[in-house]
Structure formats: structure tokens, C-alpha cells
């Protein structure tokens, strides 16, 4: 079956570390996406990418980097630069990142701080 | 800049019953996508029903529909007999028709909890 996966389901961070949040999809889609969501509220986009090589910060980007050497590939870095990096991340993509187009999710990351 | 608002944090309804969620919208673009998405407590996000700025009747994909008012910049979701297995909260999101540089991102509301009861 088609769709999105992200590992690890729940994922725990040391304070000064960095950690790396997998991402992959077999949908063939160009354009991916990740998402921070905290609890109670709605997602924010953190990063997203429209074709390989190439990726544009979203609205919180500070403290993590990504990359896309590969069309199924998304991962996300949290760095030791965020300070409050406990949420829930959600990959997500679609076909080509055009207006009408529904995203896809992944089942998210549950990060949380030691 | 776009902003999404849903007012209404958590909502119970009676099984079987139609339940209307509020989305209000701001955007100075003249097209525009609206989505509105289901969670479940697993966490996955599901695609529900989308309708376009210029789309001239209603979207309805099923049990959703939803109530598009431009003039008013709301786009309420109604989800009518209502199941067990609707309980999850429910987000409502906006795309703007950007120029393909500056990026197609989807941005999200706080979001409503439904809890339905049997």
C-alpha cells in the first residue's frame, strides 16, 4: 500500500543533542512537509520541499534542519538549538505542492525531552 | 499574511445527531483552497472534504459538507448523523494560490474536539 512512514513512533531526547525524525513516502509525490503540533493545537509548518535538492523554511524553523538528496526521503534534524523540541511532528506530502491539492500524513513522532 | 480560527475548542453531540464545526478565514488573496482534516487520538491526519475559492456549489464528499460563505470568509464544516467513531478533533486549513516560488503551505487552525455520544 501506498502512503507515508515516519520513525520512530516515540522518540526521547537528551538536553544538547541532536536528533534525526525519519520520513518516507512511496506515493511518488514531489512536494513534502513537515509539521510541529503541541498539544491542543493546530499544526505549524516547520519546513517543506518541492522537489529534490530544494527546500524552503516554513514558520518556525529555527533550531532544525532537513534535507531531500532523494524523492521518497524527508528526514528532519532537531538540533541542539531548539529549546522546547517536546511535540508531536507530522510528515506529510502531495503530488506537486499546486493549491487544490490534499496533503498526505504520515502517523507522526512523538518527541519528548529527558 | 493568512490566519484560520475555530472558536469553538470542544463540542459534544448526540449519536446520530449533525454537528456544525465554525472556521473563519482571513487572507488577502483572491484564490484560495480550504481543507478541513479529521485526528483521530492516533494522530494521523485525514483528508476530509476541500473547496475552492471559485467553486460555485458547496463541497459535500459523503456525511461532510461543507458551508462555504466567501462574502463572510467562513467555511464551517457539517458532519450530519453522526457516528461513535467521528469523536476526534478536527482542523480546518488554508492554501493560497501563491506563485509556485513562494510556496504552497498549507496553514492550519487551533482546531475543534468532537466528542460524540452514543
Known amino acids: 500500500d501506498g502512503g507515508i512512514t515516519q520513525s520512530p513512533k516515540y522518540l526521547f531526547r537528551k538536553e544538547g543533542q541532536n536528533v534525526t525524525l525519519s520520513c518516507e513516502q512511496n506515493l511518488n509525490h514531489d512536494a513534502m512537509y513537515w509539521y510541529r503540533q503541541d498539544p491542543g493545537q493546530g499544526l505549524r509548518l516547520i519546513y517543506y520541499?518541492?522537489?529534490?535538492?530544494?527546500?524552503q523554511k516554513g514558520d518556525i524553523a529555527e533550531g532544525y534542519s532537513v534535507s531531500r538528496e532523494k524523492k521518497e526521503s524527508f528526514p528532519l534534524t532537531v538540533t541542539s538549538a531548539q529549546k522546547n523540541p517536546t511535540a508531536f511532528y507530522l510528515c506529510?506530502?502531495?503530488?506537486?505542492?499546486?493549491?487544490?491539492?490534499?496533503?498526505?500524513f504520515g502517523s507522526g513522532t512523538q518527541l519528548s525531552v529527558l | 499574511a493568512q490566519k484560520i480560527t475555530q472558536t469553538q475548542p470542544g463540542m459534544f453531540v448526540q449519536e446520530k445527531e449533525a454537528v456544525t464545526l465554525d472556521c473563519t478565514y482571513d487572507t488577502s488573496d483572491q484564490s484560495y483552497g480550504l481543507f478541513w482534516y479529521k485526528q483521530p487520538s492516533s494522530g494521523e491526519m485525514i483528508f476530509l472534504i476541500y473547496?475552492?475559492?471559485?467553486?460555485?456549489q458547496n463541497a459535500t464528499e459523503g456525511r461532510y459538507s461543507l458551508n462555504f460563505q466567501k462574502a463572510r470568509k467562513s467555511a464551517n464544516l457539517v458532519i450530519s448523523a453522526s457516528q461513535l467513531g467521528d469523536s476526534a478533533m478536527y482542523f480546518c486549513a488554508m492554501r493560497a494560490f501563491m506563485i509556485k516560488a513562494a510556496g504552497n503551505k498549507l496553514t492550519f487552525g487551533g482546531g475543534t474536539r468532537v466528542l460524540v455520544k452514543p
Open positions: 473547496q475552492g475559492s471559485y467553486d460555485e
Open positions: 506529510a506530502s502531495s503530488e506537486t505542492g499546486s493549491t487544490n491539492e490534499k496533503l498526505f
Open positions: 520541499s518541492q522537489i529534490v535538492n530544494d527546500f
